[in-house]
């Protein structure tokens, strides 16, 4: 199993940045051939982005279950 950022509340603004894990559209199709520095590094900058909108959450430690 992966960590995953997702919060099952998908939805993209109009710069395609999903309005529950504040990854980008492109971060979100790499994710799952990601290596770990390059997750660590869409994790911090989605919790940067949902900082600046002013609804951050903690995303880092979600665990995917094997039916998502």
């Known amino acids: 199993m992966s960590d995953s ?7 993209l603004d109009q710069q395609n940045c999903c309005l529950g894990c504040g990854r980008l559209l ?6 799952h051939s990601a290596d770990a520095l390059r997750r660590e ?26 039916s998502e």
């Open 41 to 66: 590094q869409i994790l911090e900058l989605a919790q940067a982005r949902l900082a600046e909108r002013g609804n951050a959450v903690n995303v880092r430690h979600r665990v995917v279950t094997p």
């Open 5 to 11: 950022p997702c919060v099952r509340n998908c939805c």
């Open 26 to 31: 492109d971060e979100i199709i790499e994710w």
